[in-house]
C-alpha cells in the first residue's frame, strides 16, 4: 500500500495483541428485533477467524476459531449469504464455516451473552437456534 488508510471514526474499531490480521469481510444481517447489525468476519496471520458485532460504539468479540493447524495465513474469506456460510482460504487449504453455531451455547444466558445476531434462545426448545 502506497498510503495508510485511517480509521474512519478516528481509532480502530478492533484491536488485538498479537494478531495480524490479513482478511474482512462483513455481513449485515437483521436481528430479531429488526436491528440491522454488521458482523466482522476476520482472518489472520496464524490461522484464526474471530467473528466480531459492530455495536457502533465498540466493537464484541463473539467467537474467535482456529481454522488452520499448523498455522498458516487466512488468504481468502468469502462469504456465501444465503447458504449461511465463510470460506476461508489459506495456500495450501480451504475450510468452510458456518455462519454461526448456536449449539455451542448450553444455556439462555450463554446464548443471550454471546449477543450473537445469528441465534436465538428458544422457549419451547429450550435451547440455542439459529435465528432465520
Not at 56 to 81: C, I, K, R
Not at 108 to 131: E, I, Q
Request: glycine content about 6%; some cysteine; proline content about 5%.
Amino acid at each position: 500500500m502506497d498510503e495508510p488508510i485511517l480509521p474512519q471514526r478516528g481509532r480502530p474499531l478492533l484491536l488485538k495483541k498479537d494478531a495480524n490480521f490479513t482478511q474482512l469481510v462483513v455481513d449485515r444481517v437483521r436481528a430479531l428485533d429488526g436491528t440491522l447489525y454488521e458482523v466482522l468476519f476476520i482472518g489472520t496471520g496464524d490461522g484464526w477467524v474471530h467473528k466480531a458485532l459492530d455495536l457502533g460504539t465498540h466493537v464484541h468479540l463473539v467467537e474467535e476459531l482456529q481454522v488452520f493447524e499448523p498455522a498458516q495465513p487466512v488468504e481468502s474469506l468469502v462469504l456465501a449469504g444465503r447458504k449461511k456460510l465463510l470460506f476461508a482460504g489459506s495456500r495450501f487449504q480451504v475450510a468452510q464455516l458456518p455462519l454461526a453455531d448456536c449449539s455451542r451455547y448450553q444455556s439462555c444466558t450463554d446464548c443471550v451473552l454471546a449477543r450473537d445476531p445469528y441465534c436465538a434462545w428458544s422457549r419451547n426448545g429450550s435451547r440455542c437456534v439459529r435465528a432465520d
